[in-house]
């Protein structure tokens, strides 16, 4: 029985963190039905920040309050790529047939990872991201595992999980108690009628695009903390795990995204513990991953929360 | 782009009609310093740039220069001059003197600029460069003096003799054949850049002047002599390289990723189904091929012929393909999009998993299968070398040929499939699925087809490709190598032959000539995506009917579609 709660306690971990990035897909998607395939590297990009501004300003520091500014400093980054990339990239294609923004996306994908592993070390004083780069370690939410009974739990853990609470209260009041919620819900219903009725969906697109940053910048240095290290490539899979965690929740409903991503992290856990022989394991669970993806994909398109049904070719 | 350039470089309508008798003199004495530039030496070092110091011996750069001239001055003729009356309705010369004004400048430039680098300073630059460079510069400002031509005549109405036109193909097919023999030919970055010029100047003239539409409506009348005039002309490619087997290495690769990237096409480009895990076919092809080798790691003790091989490679791929193509029936767009990425990252896990001790031993995990032996048919072995008319085909050479009979399968195919019953259905599935079911078209059958012709096809060129790189690793077959191929289906035109095939040359060739931006040729190529999407969706040559779907308000593009149609269906 430790046994499961050690997975459940793992799977929830990891479910927090898809979580926390799975809400940019959904939010971007519901409202200008995108699929942001670069959000992944939104993530990645927060996690860069967030070490920029610890290397910037306290180098070899260890104390918890940088904590937060380490946050603001993921969270500038993250936002700053989001939006531009919305500028310069999305809107001129928001007429567009689907194919063209999926493409752009998969450009703009590998255009930051590159830009991230090329140009990382050329500003003074910070390593070459063509390799792992070790991630701060700082007092309190980094240290030695607490143990309950025959339970561990990582400090960093905690730490996502409880982001992912706080995350999750601010969204829905931001969502539903503001002015600026009300109206992202106006224009993901429809946003002809939500313009005519004096919504600026320009500027409501891009709340979306900022709001999902934020988010992913928080997971970006949640991952740096539990892995202690980043590197250029880590926003390719966690976003195509966040991806299916929105899909699985129902893409477009952002509860949908925060219980896909648990379930999601969840059932890859218990996938690495009870599947049996020799597909079992961590080295299959990515597969597990995937293969839920594709099912839920093909048997409930609309997730397990359910959203607007999805019919576009 | 050229275009671009040329209206923001236009001069005011009064500066025109001011000065404009000066246009024609200045163009000429252009041309005329620019051949007299060519024939002095451009540079005092002789090792740079291939050799451009000698006088009164021009060198392949400086050729080049006289070859863009003689057809400036062949337009600036048909502006004032004898070929006036021939060629005067017809030919938009003065927009094609803008353009070669234009690039020849830019070639100019860009030598005085490579020899300046590469031999450390603009001392380097002898006054033959000077001369070339300042007839440029004057070729450029007479043509911007020059009026355009009022009234030309529709060049679908162009009439010559058929024998003319297939000559015509003909020249065009041998000019590409010695181009890109030369191109390849260049080994240091600089040449190359400016061969790539020169052929982007010739290519600009030929739009501008209408040389190209002319050309596209005579070789729709001649389509199966240009067909067979590209496979001649790719079939004589290996006897140019002189016995070496640098370039048909890069070639081999060339073709690989286009036969490939052919049997996308029939995905995403004729069915509209995008696919992101396409490498997996390739793969499954190419991991097939290798456990059915004679290599010392190979997982399975059946040795059948290269034949069985091929079939066993393209079977599975396609089994894989249905596989993959069933969720179809239930979702479609963006949805797809990510079920066949995740298919694509399944397969890479898998046949890194199947190692022995995550799951049966198959694939010998990230080590892969290596030591691949050459193919051997009958008793013709790939990896030697032969001679045939006195000029030694080594290994590369032969994979080529094996390789072009492929491709050539793989484009008949997609013709054929692209002209008859079921390529009809696709494009009413790709354009309205909805619509094109309630006309009866099996919607779902056909997609599956789709999924499952494209997949053998890659399949196939997995099978040699395992040979011909000698190993399969996991590895080969990320995702990013998807990317690759469905960005040369965008970059080249989605649903056309010689886009995508076009489009294949240019994503595997840019890259190994250019080795000095090795480092950023992802950043690029990501760059490319997003400029590509944002300013030329349908691709470089697109087919008019994508175009339209791309620019669904531009009303003579319509009309011009439905006359298209028209024209194929009286045919």
Same mark, same amino acid.
């Given at each position: 029985?430790?046994?499961?709660?050690?997975?459940?306690?793992?799977?929830?971990?990891?479910?927090?963190?898809?979580?926390?990035?799975?809400?940019?897909?959904?939010?971007?998607?519901?409202?200008?039905?995108?699929?942001?395939?670069?959000?992944?590297?939104?993530?990645?990009?927060?996690?860069?920040?967030?070490?920029?501004?610890?290397?910037?300003?306290?180098?070899?520091?260890?104390?918890?309050?940088?904590?937060?500014?380490?946050?603001?400093?993921?969270?500038?980054?993250?936002?700053?790529?989001?939006?531009?990339?919305?500028?310069?990239?999305?809107?001129?294609?928001?007429?567009?047939?689907?194919?063209?923004?999926?493409?752009?996306?998969?450009?703009?994908?590998?255009?930051?990872?590159?830009?991230?592993?090329?140009?990382?070390?050329?500003?003074?004083?910070?390593?070459?991201?063509?390799?792992?780069?070790?991630?701060?370690?700082?007092?309190?939410?980094?240290?030695?595992?607490?143990?309950?009974?025959?339970?561990?739990?990582?400090?960093?853990?905690?730490?996502?999980?409880?982001?992912?609470?706080?995350?999750?209260?601010?969204?829905?009041?931001?969502?539903?108690?503001?002015?600026?919620?009300?109206?992202?819900?106006?224009?993901?219903?429809?946003?002809?009628?939500?313009?005519?009725?004096?919504?600026?969906?320009?500027?409501?697109?891009?709340?979306?695009?900022?709001?999902?940053?934020?988010?992913?910048?928080?997971?970006?240095?949640?991952?740096?903390?539990?892995?202690?290290?980043?590197?250029?490539?880590?926003?390719?899979?966690?976003?195509?795990?966040?991806?299916?965690?929105?899909?699985?929740?129902?893409?477009?409903?952002?509860?949908?995204?925060?219980?896909?991503?648990?379930?999601?992290?969840?059932?890859?856990?218990?996938?690495?513990?009870?599947?049996?022989?020799?597909?079992?394991?961590?080295?299959?669970?990515?597969?597990?991953?995937?293969?839920?993806?594709?099912?839920?994909?093909?048997?409930?398109?609309?997730?397990?929360?359910?959203?607007?049904?999805?019919?576009?070719? | 782009?050229?275009?671009?350039?040329?209206?923001?470089?236009?001069?005011?309508?009064?500066?025109?009609?001011?000065?404009?008798?000066?246009?024609?003199?200045?163009?000429?004495?252009?041309?005329?310093?620019?051949?007299?530039?060519?024939?002095? &030496?451009?540079?005092?070092?002789?090792?740079?740039?291939?050799?451009?110091?000698?006088?009164?011996?021009?060198?392949?750069?400086?050729?080049?220069?006289?070859?863009?001239?003689?057809?400036?001055?062949?337009?600036?003729?048909?502006?004032?001059?004898?070929?006036?009356?021939?060629?005067?309705?017809?030919?938009?010369?003065?927009?094609?003197?803008?353009?070669?004004?234009?690039?020849?400048?830019?070639?100019?430039?860009?030598?005085?600029?490579?020899?300046?680098?590469?031999?450390?300073?603009?001392?380097?630059?002898?006054?033959?460069?000077?001369?070339?460079?300042?007839?440029?510069?004057?070729?450029?400002?007479?043509?911007?003096?020059?009026?355009?031509?009022?009234?030309?005549?529709?060049?679908?109405?162009?009439?010559?003799?058929?024998?003319?036109?297939?000559?015509?193909?003909?020249?065009?097919?041998?000019?590409?054949?010695?181009?890109?023999?030369?191109?390849?030919?260049?080994?240091?970055?600089?040449?190359?850049?400016?061969?790539?010029?020169?052929?982007?100047?010739?290519?600009?003239?030929?739009?501008?002047?209408?040389?190209?539409?002319?050309?596209?409506?005579?070789?729709?009348?001649?389509?199966?002599?240009?067909?067979?005039?590209?496979?001649?002309?790719?079939?004589?490619?290996?006897?140019?390289?002189?016995?070496?087997?640098?370039?048909?290495?890069?070639?081999?690769?060339?073709?690989?990723?286009?036969?490939?990237?052919?049997?996308?096409?029939?995905?995403?480009?004729?069915?509209?189904?995008?696919?992101?895990?396409?490498?997996?076919?390739?793969?499954?092809?190419?991991?097939?091929?290798?456990?059915?080798?004679?290599?010392?790691?190979?997982?399975?003790?059946?040795?059948?012929?290269?034949?069985?091989?091929?079939?066993?490679?393209?079977?599975?791929?396609?089994?894989?393909?249905?596989?993959?193509?069933?969720?179809?029936?239930?979702?479609?767009?963006?949805?797809?999009?990510?079920?066949?990425?995740?298919?694509?990252?399944?397969?890479?896990?898998?046949?890194?998993?199947?190692?022995?001790?995550?799951?049966?031993?198959?694939?010998?995990?990230?080590?892969?299968?290596?030591?691949?032996?050459?193919?051997?048919?009958?008793?013709?072995?790939?990896?030697?070398?032969?001679?045939?008319?006195?000029?030694?085909?080594?290994?590369? &050479?032969?994979?080529?040929?094996?390789?072009?009979?492929?491709?050539?399968?793989?484009?008949?195919?997609?013709?054929?499939?692209?002209?008859?019953?079921?390529?009809?259905?696709?494009?009413?599935?790709?354009?309205?699925?909805?619509?094109?079911?309630?006309?009866?078209?099996?919607?779902?059958?056909?997609?599956?087809?789709?999924?499952?012709?494209?997949?053998?096809?890659?399949?196939?060129?997995?099978?040699?490709?395992?040979?011909?790189?000698?190993?399969? &690793?996991?590895?080969?077959?990320?995702?990013?190598? &998807?990317?690759?191929?469905?960005?040369?289906?965008?970059?080249?035109?989605?649903?056309?032959?010689?886009?995508?095939?076009?489009?294949?040359?240019?994503?595997?060739?840019?890259?190994?000539?250019?080795?000095?931006?090795?480092?950023?040729?992802?950043?690029?190529?990501?760059?490319?995506?997003?400029?590509?999407?944002?300013?030329?969706?349908?691709?470089?040559?697109?087919?008019?009917?994508?175009?339209?779907?791309?620019?669904?308000?531009?009303?003579?593009?319509?009309?011009?579609?439905?006359?298209?149609?028209?024209?194929?269906?009286?045919?």
């Amino acid at each position: 029985m430790d046994q499961f709660f050690q997975q459940l306690i793992n799977g929830l971990t990891l479910g927090s963190l898809y979580a926390l990035i799975a809400v940019g897909y959904t939010v971007v998607y519901g409202i200008v039905q995108l699929i942001n395939f670069a959000h992944g590297e939104v993530f990645m990009i927060g996690a860069f920040g967030a070490l920029s501004t610890y290397l910037l300003l306290f180098d070899d520091q260890t104390q918890v309050w940088i904590l937060p500014i380490m946050l603001i400093g993921a969270i500038a980054a993250s936002v700053i790529t989001a939006v531009l990339m919305e500028r310069v990239a999305y809107r001129p294609l928001r007429n567009a047939p689907r194919l063209a923004p999926l493409i752009t996306a998969i450009g703009i994908s590998v255009f930051l990872q590159e830009a991230v592993r090329l140009f990382y070390d050329k500003i003074p004083g910070f390593p070459s991201a063509k390799q792992r780069i070790p991630f701060p370690q700082i007092d309190v939410v980094t240290g030695p595992a607490i143990q309950i009974g025959d339970v561990t739990i990582q400090r960093a853990g905690i730490f996502t999980m409880a982001a992912l609470a706080v995350c999750s209260a601010l969204l829905w009041y931001f969502v539903n108690r503001t002015r600026l919620g009300r109206g992202m819900q106006a224009v993901s219903q429809d946003p002809d009628t939500a313009s005519l009725m004096g919504i600026n969906v320009d500027r409501i697109i891009v709340v979306a695009f900022a709001m999902g940053a934020v988010l992913a910048a928080i997971a970006g240095v949640s991952q740096g903390l539990q892995n202690s290290n980043i590197d250029f490539r880590m926003g390719f899979l966690a976003g195509l795990k966040a991806f299916t965690a929105a899909v699985l929740g129902g893409i477009g409903n952002i509860q949908g995204a925060v219980v896909g991503g648990l379930v999601l992290g969840v059932v890859e856990a218990m996938a690495i513990e009870y599947i049996p022989g020799q597909f079992g394991g961590s080295s299959w669970k990515d597969v597990w991953a995937f293969v839920i993806l594709i099912l839920v994909l093909v048997f409930r398109p609309q997730g397990l929360l359910g959203a607007r049904v999805v019919d576009r070719a | 782009m050229n275009e671009r350039i040329t209206e923001r470089l236009k001069l005011p309508d009064s500066v025109v009609q001011k000065y404009g008798r000066f246009g024609w003199p200045l163009g000429l004495a252009g041309v005329a310093l620019v051949i007299v530039g060519a024939f002095l &030496s451009w540079s005092y070092d002789p090792d740079v740039l291939g050799d451009l110091s000698l006088n009164l011996y021009p060198g392949g750069l400086q050729i080049l220069a006289i070859i863009i001239a003689l057809v400036s001055l062949a337009l600036l003729l048909i502006v004032r001059g004898p070929l006036k009356p021939r060629f005067g309705p017809w030919v938009d010369a003065a927009l094609g003197l803008r353009a070669a004004g234009t690039w020849l400048l830019i070639y100019m430039a860009l030598i005085v600029a490579g020899i300046s680098a590469e031999a450390g300073g603009l001392i380097n630059v002898n006054p033959g460069g000077w001369v070339a460079l300042l007839g440029a510069l004057l070729l450029f400002a007479g043509s911007r003096l020059i009026a355009p031509s009022a009234e030309l005549r529709d060049l679908s109405e162009a009439k010559v003799p058929s024998s003319l036109e297939i000559l015509v193909i003909a020249v065009m097919m041998a000019a590409i054949l010695f181009g890109a023999a030369y191109a390849l030919g260049r080994e240091d970055a600089w040449s190359f850049v400016l061969f790539l010029v020169f052929a982007g100047g010739l290519i600009a003239i030929g739009v501008r002047t209408g040389f190209v539409t002319w050309f596209g409506h005579s070789s729709i009348r001649n389509r199966k002599v240009l067909t067979l005039a590209a496979f001649v002309v790719a079939f004589f490619f290996p006897f140019t390289q002189g016995g070496s087997d640098a370039n048909m290495s890069i070639a081999t690769q060339v073709l690989i990723f286009a036969a490939t990237a052919m049997g996308l096409n029939i995905v995403v480009g004729l069915a509209g189904l995008l696919d992101l895990g396409y490498v997996a076919f390739l793969g499954a092809g190419a991991y097939v091929a290798a456990m059915l080798s004679n290599s010392a790691f190979a997982t399975i003790d059946w040795k059948p012929p290269f034949v069985v091989v091929m079939l066993c490679g393209a079977g599975v791929a396609a089994t894989l393909g249905l596989i993959i193509g069933s969720p179809t029936l239930r979702v479609s767009g963006d949805y797809l999009a990510i079920v066949t990425l995740g298919f694509g990252e399944i397969f890479r896990l898998s046949m890194f998993n199947l190692d022995g001790t995550n799951g049966p031993l198959l694939t010998n995990g990230p080590n892969g299968i290596p030591a691949i032996p050459d193919l051997e048919i009958g008793s013709f072995n790939f990896g030697d070398t032969h001679e045939v008319l006195g000029i030694e085909l080594a290994r590369f &050479s032969n994979y080529y040929f094996l390789l072009l009979a492929l491709l050539a399968f793989v484009i008949l195919v997609f013709t054929r499939l692209n002209n008859s019953r079921i390529g009809r259905g696709w494009v009413a599935i790709r354009e309205d699925e909805k619509a094109a079911e309630a006309m009866g078209v099996n919607t779902f059958g056909l997609k599956l087809l789709a999924f499952a012709v494209g997949a053998f096809l890659a399949g196939l060129a997995g099978t040699i490709k395992a040979h011909q790189d000698v190993a399969v &690793s996991p590895d080969q077959y990320i995702f990013l190598e &998807s990317a690759f191929l469905l960005a040369a289906i965008v970059l080249g035109g989605m649903g056309t032959v010689a886009g995508v095939l076009l489009g294949a040359t240019i994503l595997k060739l840019l890259p190994e000539k250019l080795r000095f931006f090795s480092e950023y040729r992802l950043l690029f190529f990501g760059l490319l995506l997003v400029l590509m999407m944002r300013f030329r969706p349908e691709g470089l040559v697109a087919s008019r009917r994508r175009q339209l779907e791309f620019h669904e308000e531009d009303e003579e593009l319509a009309v011009a579609v439905e006359s298209e149609l028209a024209e194929e269906v009286g045919k």
